[in-house]
Protein backbone atom coordinates (compact mmCIF):
# COMPACT_ATOMS: atom_id res chain seq x y z
CA UNK A 1 0.00 0.00 0.00
CA UNK A 2 3.03 2.37 0.96
CA UNK A 3 4.65 0.92 -2.44
CA UNK A 4 1.56 2.56 -4.54
CA UNK A 5 1.59 6.10 -2.55
CA UNK A 6 5.19 6.54 -3.22
CA UNK A 7 4.28 5.13 -7.23
CA UNK A 8 1.17 7.35 -7.17
CA UNK A 9 3.29 10.58 -5.89
CA UNK A 10 6.30 10.10 -7.96
CA UNK A 11 4.00 9.55 -11.42
CA UNK A 12 1.85 12.87 -10.24
CA UNK A 13 5.08 14.68 -9.69
CA UNK A 14 6.60 13.27 -13.11
CA UNK A 15 3.37 14.66 -15.21
CA UNK A 16 3.28 18.06 -13.36
CA UNK A 17 6.77 18.37 -14.42
CA UNK A 18 5.94 17.52 -17.93
CA UNK A 19 2.87 19.67 -18.03
CA UNK A 20 5.02 22.73 -16.41
CA UNK A 21 8.00 22.36 -19.44
CA UNK A 22 4.41 22.81 -21.67
CA UNK A 23 3.24 25.61 -20.14
CA UNK A 24 6.65 27.33 -20.01
CA UNK A 25 7.41 27.14 -23.85
CA UNK A 26 4.47 29.24 -24.17
CA UNK A 27 7.21 32.74 -23.32
CA UNK A 28 5.55 36.35 -21.94
CA UNK A 29 7.04 37.83 -25.22
CA UNK A 30 5.97 35.31 -28.02
CA UNK A 31 1.91 35.39 -26.23
CA UNK A 32 2.24 38.99 -26.43
CA UNK A 33 3.50 39.18 -30.09
CA UNK A 34 0.44 36.29 -31.03
CA UNK A 35 -2.21 38.36 -29.05
CA UNK A 36 -0.77 41.71 -31.44
CA UNK A 37 -1.46 39.64 -34.55
CA UNK A 38 -4.21 38.01 -34.23
CA UNK A 39 -6.53 41.27 -33.05
CA UNK A 40 -5.56 42.18 -37.30
CA UNK A 41 -8.11 39.75 -38.42
CA UNK A 42 -10.77 40.80 -39.42
CA UNK A 43 -13.56 38.90 -41.12
CA UNK A 44 -15.86 39.72 -43.78
CA UNK A 45 -18.80 38.54 -46.21
CA UNK A 46 -19.64 39.77 -50.13
CA UNK A 47 -22.19 38.73 -52.14
CA UNK A 48 -21.53 36.84 -55.06
CA UNK A 49 -23.75 35.35 -58.22
CA UNK A 50 -23.37 31.60 -58.85
CA UNK A 51 -25.08 29.94 -61.97
CA UNK A 52 -27.23 26.35 -61.99
CA UNK A 53 -25.51 23.72 -64.04
CA UNK A 54 -27.32 22.36 -66.65
CA UNK A 55 -29.11 19.72 -64.89
CA UNK A 56 -30.39 22.09 -62.52
CA UNK A 57 -31.34 25.16 -64.62
CA UNK A 58 -32.07 23.04 -68.32
CA UNK A 59 -29.94 25.43 -69.90
CA UNK A 60 -25.82 24.80 -70.60
CA UNK A 61 -23.57 27.65 -70.64
CA UNK A 62 -23.52 27.07 -74.58
CA UNK A 63 -26.72 27.43 -75.38
CA UNK A 64 -26.92 30.25 -72.84
CA UNK A 65 -23.95 31.89 -75.13
CA UNK A 66 -26.10 30.86 -78.63
CA UNK A 67 -29.31 32.90 -76.92
CA UNK A 68 -31.45 29.98 -77.11
CA UNK A 69 -32.12 30.11 -73.06
CA UNK A 70 -30.95 31.89 -70.04
CA UNK A 71 -28.89 29.65 -66.91
CA UNK A 72 -30.93 30.38 -63.68
CA UNK A 73 -29.14 32.75 -60.84
CA UNK A 74 -28.60 32.23 -57.12
CA UNK A 75 -26.60 33.80 -54.54
CA UNK A 76 -24.53 33.01 -52.07
CA UNK A 77 -21.80 34.60 -49.52
CA UNK A 78 -18.26 34.55 -49.85
CA UNK A 79 -17.13 34.88 -46.52
CA UNK A 80 -13.07 36.06 -46.18
CA UNK A 81 -10.65 35.90 -43.53
CA UNK A 82 -7.88 38.56 -43.55
CA UNK A 83 -4.33 39.11 -42.06
CA UNK A 84 -4.14 34.93 -41.68
CA UNK A 85 -0.37 34.12 -41.12
CA UNK A 86 1.86 30.78 -40.32
CA UNK A 87 1.38 31.60 -37.02
CA UNK A 88 -2.49 30.71 -36.99
CA UNK A 89 -5.05 28.29 -37.47
CA UNK A 90 -8.45 28.72 -36.61
CA UNK A 91 -12.32 26.93 -36.85
CA UNK A 92 -15.39 28.14 -38.33
CA UNK A 93 -18.27 26.40 -36.71
CA UNK A 94 -22.11 27.67 -38.20
CA UNK A 95 -25.38 27.55 -35.96
CA UNK A 96 -27.39 26.16 -39.11
CA UNK A 97 -25.99 22.38 -38.98
CA UNK A 98 -23.38 23.03 -36.28
CA UNK A 99 -20.65 21.43 -38.75
CA UNK A 100 -16.92 22.74 -38.34
CA UNK A 101 -14.34 23.37 -40.49
CA UNK A 102 -10.31 23.84 -39.76
CA UNK A 103 -8.26 26.43 -41.82
CA UNK A 104 -4.57 27.71 -41.79
CA UNK A 105 -2.16 29.58 -43.71
CA UNK A 106 -2.18 26.89 -46.38
CA UNK A 107 -5.46 27.05 -47.21
CA UNK A 108 -4.65 30.82 -47.67
CA UNK A 109 -3.97 32.95 -51.20
CA UNK A 110 -1.78 36.21 -49.67
CA UNK A 111 -3.15 35.82 -45.81
CA UNK A 112 -6.96 35.64 -47.25
CA UNK A 113 -8.97 32.36 -46.55
CA UNK A 114 -12.39 32.63 -48.22
CA UNK A 115 -14.92 29.78 -48.29
CA UNK A 116 -18.72 30.25 -50.03
CA UNK A 117 -21.58 29.97 -47.90
CA UNK A 118 -25.15 29.26 -49.69
CA UNK A 119 -27.28 29.13 -47.18
CA UNK A 120 -28.15 32.32 -47.70
CA UNK A 121 -32.21 32.06 -46.55
CA UNK A 122 -31.46 32.09 -42.80
CA UNK A 123 -29.83 34.37 -40.59
CA UNK A 124 -26.72 32.77 -39.69
CA UNK A 125 -23.84 33.15 -37.14
CA UNK A 126 -20.18 31.83 -37.89
CA UNK A 127 -18.06 30.82 -35.06
CA UNK A 128 -14.77 31.57 -35.41
CA UNK A 129 -11.73 30.20 -32.94
CA UNK A 130 -8.20 31.32 -33.85
CA UNK A 131 -5.06 29.40 -32.24
CA UNK A 132 -1.56 29.46 -32.46
CA UNK A 133 -0.13 27.28 -35.26
CA UNK A 134 3.09 24.38 -34.66
CA UNK A 135 4.84 27.26 -36.09
CA UNK A 136 4.94 29.08 -32.36
CA UNK A 137 6.07 28.06 -29.07
CA UNK A 138 2.34 28.50 -27.80
CA UNK A 139 0.96 25.54 -30.60
CA UNK A 140 -2.81 25.06 -29.88
CA UNK A 141 -3.21 27.93 -28.03
CA UNK A 142 -6.54 29.86 -27.76
CA UNK A 143 -6.01 33.23 -28.54
CA UNK A 144 -9.35 34.50 -30.53
CA UNK A 145 -12.80 33.95 -30.73
CA UNK A 146 -14.66 35.74 -33.68
CA UNK A 147 -18.62 36.06 -34.19
CA UNK A 148 -19.76 37.13 -37.55
CA UNK A 149 -23.33 37.29 -38.24
CA UNK A 150 -24.58 36.88 -41.94
CA UNK A 151 -27.98 38.00 -42.70
CA UNK A 152 -30.63 36.12 -44.76
CA UNK A 153 -32.29 37.08 -48.22
CA UNK A 154 -35.64 38.81 -47.98
CA UNK A 155 -38.07 37.48 -49.92
CA UNK A 156 -39.90 40.47 -50.21
CA UNK A 157 -37.31 42.05 -51.58
CA UNK A 158 -38.53 41.76 -55.16
CA UNK A 159 -41.90 42.75 -54.31
CA UNK A 160 -43.27 45.90 -56.48
CA UNK A 161 -44.04 47.49 -53.40
CA UNK A 162 -40.66 47.47 -52.34
CA UNK A 163 -39.55 48.80 -55.55
CA UNK A 164 -41.72 52.10 -54.69
CA UNK A 165 -39.70 52.35 -51.08
CA UNK A 166 -36.38 50.37 -51.67
CA UNK A 167 -34.60 52.45 -48.64
CA UNK A 168 -37.03 50.97 -46.70
CA UNK A 169 -35.97 48.61 -43.77
CA UNK A 170 -38.35 45.70 -44.67
CA UNK A 171 -37.55 46.28 -48.46
CA UNK A 172 -33.43 45.38 -47.87
CA UNK A 173 -32.23 42.76 -49.69
CA UNK A 174 -30.59 41.08 -47.03
CA UNK A 175 -31.76 41.34 -43.67
CA UNK A 176 -31.34 40.19 -39.62
CA UNK A 177 -34.70 40.28 -38.81
CA UNK A 178 -36.97 36.86 -38.05
CA UNK A 179 -39.28 36.73 -40.86
CA UNK A 180 -42.59 38.02 -40.81
CA UNK A 181 -46.02 37.27 -42.69
CA UNK A 182 -46.75 38.57 -45.94
CA UNK A 183 -50.23 40.31 -44.65
CA UNK A 184 -48.09 42.04 -41.62
CA UNK A 185 -45.60 43.00 -44.71
CA UNK A 186 -47.74 44.16 -47.37
CA UNK A 187 -50.17 46.36 -44.62
CA UNK A 188 -46.59 48.03 -43.22
CA UNK A 189 -45.11 48.37 -46.48
CA UNK A 190 -48.42 50.24 -47.83
CA UNK A 191 -48.42 53.05 -45.17
CA UNK A 192 -45.09 53.74 -45.91
CA UNK A 193 -45.61 54.18 -49.22
CA UNK A 194 -48.44 56.37 -48.53
CA UNK A 195 -46.62 58.50 -45.72
CA UNK A 196 -43.98 58.79 -48.81
CA UNK A 197 -46.49 60.26 -51.44
CA UNK A 198 -47.90 61.99 -49.24
CA UNK A 199 -44.74 63.86 -47.83
CA UNK A 200 -43.83 64.26 -51.70
CA UNK A 201 -47.49 65.93 -51.92
CA UNK A 202 -46.86 68.65 -49.43
CA UNK A 203 -43.12 69.41 -50.63
CA UNK A 204 -44.44 69.90 -53.92
CA UNK A 205 -47.02 72.38 -52.62
CA UNK A 206 -45.09 74.44 -50.34
CA UNK A 207 -45.54 78.20 -50.77
CA UNK A 208 -41.99 79.99 -52.45
CA UNK A 209 -41.01 82.00 -49.56
CA UNK A 210 -41.44 78.73 -47.03
CA UNK A 211 -39.20 76.47 -49.64
CA UNK A 212 -36.87 79.83 -49.66
CA UNK A 213 -37.14 78.98 -45.84
CA UNK A 214 -36.57 75.62 -46.23
CA UNK A 215 -33.34 75.81 -47.96
CA UNK A 216 -31.68 78.27 -45.44
CA UNK A 217 -31.93 76.38 -42.62
CA UNK A 218 -30.66 72.99 -44.52
CA UNK A 219 -27.77 74.50 -46.38
CA UNK A 220 -27.21 77.59 -43.67
CA UNK A 221 -23.55 77.00 -44.16
CA UNK A 222 -23.76 77.61 -47.59
CA UNK A 223 -25.89 80.37 -47.15
CA UNK A 224 -23.45 82.25 -44.38
CA UNK A 225 -20.62 81.85 -47.04
CA UNK A 226 -22.42 82.98 -50.19
CA UNK A 227 -23.65 86.32 -47.11
CA UNK A 228 -20.07 86.49 -46.13
CA UNK A 229 -18.34 86.67 -49.36
CA UNK A 230 -21.10 88.97 -50.85
CA UNK A 231 -20.59 91.25 -47.99
CA UNK A 232 -16.75 91.41 -47.85
CA UNK A 233 -17.04 92.21 -51.83
CA UNK A 234 -19.76 95.09 -51.07
CA UNK A 235 -17.50 96.38 -48.36
CA UNK A 236 -14.38 96.13 -50.81
CA UNK A 237 -16.09 97.96 -53.41
CA UNK A 238 -17.61 100.87 -50.97
CA UNK A 239 -13.71 101.22 -49.84
CA UNK A 240 -12.60 101.41 -53.70
CA UNK A 241 -15.44 103.83 -54.90
CA UNK A 242 -14.60 106.41 -51.62
CA UNK A 243 -10.74 106.18 -52.49
CA UNK A 244 -11.25 107.40 -55.94
CA UNK A 245 -14.11 109.98 -55.02
CA UNK A 246 -11.86 111.61 -52.28
CA UNK A 247 -9.28 111.56 -55.27
CA UNK A 248 -11.10 113.57 -57.56
CA UNK A 249 -11.88 116.09 -55.43
CA UNK A 250 -8.36 116.48 -54.47
Given at each position: ?81 YNVTEDF ?23 IVSFDWK ?132
Amino acid sequence: MKKRNIMAVLLSSFLLGISGVNASSCSYSEQAQLNKDVANIKVKYEEMTGYYDEEMSGCSEADEELGLCVRSEYNYFKVSVYNVTEDFYFTVENNQDNSMKKYSYSDSEGGIVSFDWKGIMNVTTLTIKVYASAKTECVHESLRTIYKTLPRKNPYYYYLQCSQVPEYYLCEKYVTFDEIPFYEFLDTVEKEIEEKEAQQMAEQNVPWYAAVWNFIVENKVVVLIVVGVVAIGAVTTFIIVNKKRKKSVL
